[in-house]
C-alpha cells in the first residue's frame, strides 16, 4: 500500500483477495464466528494504518475481502474509519451468496464442472462470481469504498473504468479492454516479475513494484510501477500474466463480456523506471447467459509435514521414513478402527519427484546427499489426522520436533 499510495498517483486502489481456496478457509471462519468470513488482512494492514492518506489523497478502494461476509468487512472498516476520525462512504456488493438456493440446484440436477461428480450433501458455502456492474453503480452513487464478496477478480478494476469512462453494457471491446488491464493486474506482483520464467533478469526480488495501469476511455492502457522499486515490467512478465489461466484466449468468459484476447499487443516503452508496457488489442463479444458459481463443501482433514534428510542414500531414507510413518499410522487405525486415509501424497524433493516420469536421477546412481521429504494425508476424521501428526515426530523416525505441519480442519473446493 505504502509504495502505491505515496508513488503511484492513484485514482482507484483495488486488493484482489480471493481464489476459490480462500472461500473454503474463510467458510470454516465464519463457522467459528459470524463476524468473521472476509480477509481481516485488508483491514488490520491495508487500509487501517493508511486510511486517514487515502482519505485526504481521494483515493477510491475496491476489493473483494469480503469473502463470504462482506457486510461483517464493511463493518470492520467503518470501526476503523470512525477510530480514525474520518468520514468514509462504505458500499457494499452482495448478492453473490447462493445458499438459500441450494435446494433449488441440487434438484436441477447441477454436478462439478470438472469430475462430474453429483452435488455434495454437506455445502458450506455457494457463491456466484459477479460482474463489474455492481461496482460501478456504488461508485456512481458516491462510495468511498467499494467491498465485495466474490466477483471475478477482474471486475475490481473493470468496475472503476466503467464508472470514470460510461462504458455502456454492449461496448463489448471497451469492456473487454477494462476486463484485460484486470486481469494483468488481479495478482499483483505476478506480472511485474515475482514470477517470471527468467527469475534471474528481475532486479530487487525484496522491494518488487506492484503494478499501476493507466487507462484510456478508448480502452488501451500503460501498465508501469511505482518508481524506486523492484520487480521488472517487459514484454515477457506481461505476456505470461496474459496467458495466467486464461483457457481459450479467443472465449474468455466474464460475465460482463466474453473476451478474444488472441490479438493483444504488448509493447515495450523506453523511459520508465523499471519498465512499462503499451497494451492494445483486446476484442470483446456479448457474454453468455450463465454465471460461474464456487460451492465448497466439509470432505475431511489434512495434515502436511515436511522434514529434511541428509546423508548418503538420502532420497532411499526418505521414502523409507514416509513409508514406515504410513504403516505405524495405519496400524494405529486398525486397532482403533478407523478406516484407510482417503488420499496420501509422498514426494521427496530433491529427486525430482515434481517432475513424475521425466524427473532426471543423478549420474553415480547414489542420488543427492540432502532431500526433503514432504508428505500429506487426507482422512475423513480429524483425529485420524490428529494421530498422524503425533506420530509423525518421534526420534525413531529421524524427524526432527517442530517441522511438522499443522492439522487443518478445512473444508475442500
Wanted: proline share 6%.
Amino acid at each position: 500500500v505504502p509504495q502505491l499510495l505515496y508513488g503511484g498517483k492513484l485514482d482507484f486502489l483495488v486488493f484482489d483477495y480471493l481464489s476459490e481456496i480462500t472461500m473454503s478457509l474463510l467458510t470454516a471462519a465464519r463457522a467459528r464466528s459470524p463476524v468473521l468470513g472476509y480477509t481481516p488482512d485488508f483491514v488490520t494492514t491495508a487500509m487501517a494504518p493508511y486510511i486517514k492518506d487515502i482519505h485526504r489523497k481521494g483515493v477510491r478502494v475496491i476489493s473483494n475481502a469480503g469473502g463470504i461476509n462482506p457486510l461483517a468487512c464493511a463493518a470492520a472498516l467503518q470501526d476503523v474509519a470512525k477510530k480514525a476520525d474520518v468520514d468514509l462512504k462504505i458500499a457494499v456488493v452482495a448478492g453473490d451468496d447462493l445458499m438459500s438456493e441450494k435446494e433449488n440446484l441440487k434438484g436441477a440436477g447441477i454436478t462439478d464442472l470438472e469430475s462430474g461428480k453429483p452435488f455434495p450433501e454437506n455445502i458450506h458455502s455457494m457463491n456466484v462470481y459477479l460482474g463489474a456492474r455492481p461496482i460501478s453503480r456504488a461508485l456512481d452513487l458516491g462510495a468511498d469504498i467499494v467491498v465485495t464478496g466474490r466477483c471475478v477478480d477482474s471486475g475490481i478494476v473493470l468496475g472503476p473504468l466503467i464508472h470514470s469512462f460510461g462504458w455502456n453494457r454492449d461496448e463489448y471491446d471497451l469492456l473487454a479492454a477494462g476486463s484485460l488491464a484486470g486481469h494483468l493486474i488481479e495478482c499483483g506482483a505476478q506480472c511485474t516479475g515475482g514470477i517470471f520464467t527468467d527469475w534471474h533478469t528481475v532486479p530487487d526480488w525484496h522491494n518488487i513494484g506492484f503494478p499501476v495501469v493507466e487507462c484510456s476511455s478508448e480502452g488501451d492502457f500503460i501498465l508501469s510501477k511505482p518508481p524506486d522499486t523492484g520487480g521488472l515490467i517487459s514484454f515477457g512478465t506481461v505476456a505470461e500474466q496474459l496467458v495466467y489461466e486464461l483457457g481459450n484466449p479467443q472465449r474468455y468468459l466474464l460475465p460482463d463480456v466474453t473476451c478474444d484476447f488472441s490479438q493483444v499487443s504488448i509493447t515495450e516503452i523506453p523511459g520508465f523506471d523499471g519498465g512499462a508496457v503499451k497494451v492494445c488489442g483486446a476484442k470483446g463479444s456479448p457474454p453468455s447467459a450463465f454465471y460461474k458459481v464456487n460451492a465448497t463443501y466439509l470432505d475431511g482433514f489434512r495434515a502436511t509435514a515436511v522434514c529434511p534428510v541428509g546423508g548418503p542414500k538420502a532420497v532411499q531414507k526418505g521414502k523409507r521414513t514416509a513409508e514406515g510413518i504410513l504403516q505405524r499410522t495405519r496400524l494405529i487405525f486398525s486397532q482403533l478402527g478407523y478406516e484407510d486415509y482417503s488420499a496420501v501424497n509422498v514426494q521427496i524433493l530433491g529427486s525430482e519427484d515434481t517432475y513424475g516420469p521425466h524427473a532426471r536421477r543423478s549420474i553415480d546412481g547414489q542420488g543427492p546427499r540432502e532431500a526433503v521429504i514432504w508428505l500429506a494425508v487426507h482422512h475423513k476424521q480429524k483425529e485420524a489426522v490428529e494421530i498422524f501428526s503425533r506420530e509423525i515426530a518421534p526420534a525413531g523416525t529421524g524427524m526432527a520436533p517442530g517441522l511438522t505441519g499443522i492439522v487443518g480442519g478445512r473444508p475442500r473446493v
